[in-house]
């Protein structure tokens, strides 16, 4: 699974005092866990789009690399519950 960058498509982050708000913490709430091609002569960066089209600009890198885990899901277990379903299509006929 080289060249893949696994991306996360954040939630807008929480203001402080916000009622009903928990305690901030430094990790960014992940709303949807994306597969995206490394960008050209990369293979950290994502390239332009992720696999289900989506747009990377405003996407955090993982820091999870698949092919640094031959054999685990591409997207690692951390976030297994809020994967991109079109995504992991892709992912599967690789």
Excluded: N
Excluded at 22 to 38: I, Q, S, W
Excluded at 64 to 75: F, L, Q, Y
């Amino acid at each position: 699974m080289s060249g893949i960058v696994v991306v996360y498509e954040l939630d807008r982050p929480m203001t402080a005092g916000a009622v009903g708000g928990g305690a901030r913490t430094d990790e960014p709430p992940v709303r949807r866990v994306h597969a995206a091609p490394a960008a050209p002569g990369t293979t950290a960066s994502p390239g332009p789009r992720t696999f289900c089209g989506k747009d990377t600009f405003a996407m955090e890198a993982a820091s999870w690399t698949p092919s640094e885990h031959p054999g685990a899901p591409w997207c690692g277990s951390r976030y297994a519950d809020r994967v991109c379903g079109d995504c992991d299509t892709a992912m599967e006929e690789d």
